[in-house]
């Protein structure tokens, strides 16, 4: 005889979903879908055509979503399409898009929005389209030599002036040419390693130099790495450094991943480290490389099942993260705003705060994320940058601040977004809050990376 769950009754949560106060159970409000997003202009044009289709042929930078032509051909008449096989990348079908005889693929093209220029501040419309000026072209000789010069003195304390000056401010394509010229000048030498074994990792300066210096996948590799490394778990290292990342920049970072212990694999070293539980179920759905990729079409009909299925699963006292996750982790930022905004018409309740109060576990931890990323990533990003401020002040930990301020000086645009966003939501700049909390050469690099000094 066995014993379950009585006859009409949902099964009982996963032991394995362990309560889990973090970033997101702290850091409320939300981002919400309704009013526009922090970097968005103050008119947005309407999302989907009379068609029943919502258009990402171009995911705006600035916040704002254009219509434009179908991400993929039109099928002929007479036959059917599937979203899910077109792509370098498979992903989930929904269900009934194959078997559902209203399900119609073929959409026509409605005309592509275009919103008018708008300058970086975002704070006075651009009336005159100024020249551009000729951009001078990156000599990295100098620097290296520079660099070298410095960290070559292994007798004598090193100087961090060379590091400050050049490191926190060079673009990715400037970052990966300074590494080159290094090897080339010094021995095949990794600026990099070379760095670490000069700096420890085990000094905030030194952990925050030597993640600049592996560049944008190689440092979030190694964040990913470093989650597991210590006493105690840093659960959001990994969650941040993944989640909500395209399949290509995922990808990006499996490659750079580097554990012997693991053969270099990521899926292994996740596989190993985390129980079998929910949280590992989402993470090794996005190492999977199946999310829905942005330019891919949002279909009203889909958005709907799948709000209808999150109502059902959030009205439940617990469970159903295993469904909350194929939707929240496969889905596109299009798809994810246009299910948040239906949720909230429909239900008349926001979608990430029935999340949080759902699923107070590591699970629901990062779904969150995921979604407040796609509902607005520089208001999200300002947040979890004052969260770290925080930890670093009252707790020591000086990690948080480190990821989070590394990944966001990559994009400047985004970066003076979330600076804007900071500013406008803790009425102090992002600078201030960094002069008070940091001191020495960690607070020098970090203003000049964060563009502040």
């Not at 930078?61 to 219509?67: C, M, N, T």
């Not at 020249?131 to 070298?148: E, G, I, M, S, T």
């Not at 705060?353 to 796609?374: C, F, M, P, Q, W």
Request: aromatic residues 8%; charged residues 25%; hydrophobic residues 35%.
């Amino acid at each position: 005889m066995t014993v379950g769950a009585p006859s009409g009754a949902f099964p009982p949560p996963s032991p394995a979903l362990q309560p889990y106060h973090g970033t997101y159970q702290s850091i409320s409000p939300m981002p919400s879908p309704i009013f526009n997003p922090s970097s968005g202009p103050p008119h947005s044009p309407p999302r989907f055509s009379a068609s029943g289709s919502i258009s990402a042929g171009k995911h705006q930078a600035s916040g704002s979503f254009s219509l434009g032509p179908p991400a993929y051909p039109k099928p002929q008449h007479g036959h059917s399409a599937s979203l899910g096989s077109v792509g370098a990348h498979s992903r989930p079908s929904y269900n009934g898009e194959s078997n559902n005889p209203s399900y119609n693929p073929a959409v026509a093209p409605v005309t592509p929005y275009h919103p008018p220029a708008r300058s970086d501040s975002d704070s006075e419309p651009e009336t005159e389209k100024k020249p551009k000026k000729p951009v001078a072209v990156y000599n990295p000789l100098p620097d290296a030599q520079r660099l070298l010069q410095e960290l070559k003195h292994t007798f004598t304390r090193p100087q961090t002036e060379p590091l400050i000056d050049i490191l926190p401010t060079l673009t990715i394509p400037q970052l990966s040419a300074l590494k080159r010229e290094y090897k080339k000048i010094y021995n095949s030498v990794n600026l990099a390693k070379h760095i670490k074994s000069v700096f420890t990792t085990s000094t905030p300066f030194g952990k925050l130099v030597f993640a600049v210096a592996l560049g944008p996948y190689e440092s979030e590799a190694w964040f990913a790495n470093s989650w597991y490394q210590k006493k105690e778990t840093r659960n959001e290292l990994l969650i941040e450094s993944l989640m909500g990342k395209s399949n290509i920049d995922t990808a990006a970072i499996k490659a750079a991943f580097r554990d012997a212990k693991y053969g270099g694999s990521l899926e292994k070293a996740v596989a190993e480290e985390l129980m079998a539980d929910k949280f590992r179920l989402a993470v090794m759905t996005q190492l999977s490389c199946t999310r829905m990729e942005k330019e891919e079409r949002v279909y009203l009909d889909d958005v709907a099942r799948d709000v209808e299925k999150l109502n059902s699963i959030l009205e439940r006292p617990s469970g159903g993260e295993t469904e909350m996750i194929g939707i929240i982790v496969q889905r596109n930022d299009l798809a994810l705003v246009e299910i948040s905004l239906q949720y909230k018409k429909k239900f008349g309740r926001d979608l990430a705060k029935d999340i949080r109060k759902h699923s107070k576990n590591l699970a629901g931890e990062t779904l969150l994320h995921v979604l407040a990323g796609a509902l607005d990533k520089p208001l999200r990003d300002a947040k979890l940058l004052d969260q770290a401020i925080t930890a670093a002040v009252e707790q020591g930990r000086e990690d948080l601040l480190i990821t989070r301020a590394c990944r966001m000086h990559w994009e400047v645009k985004h970066l003076n977004r979330v600076k804007r966003a900071f500013k406008k939501k803790f009425r102090i700049s992002v600078g201030e809050r960094i002069l008070h909390a940091t001191k020495g050469s960690y607070r020098e690099f970090l203003l000049r990376m964060l563009r502040e000094d």
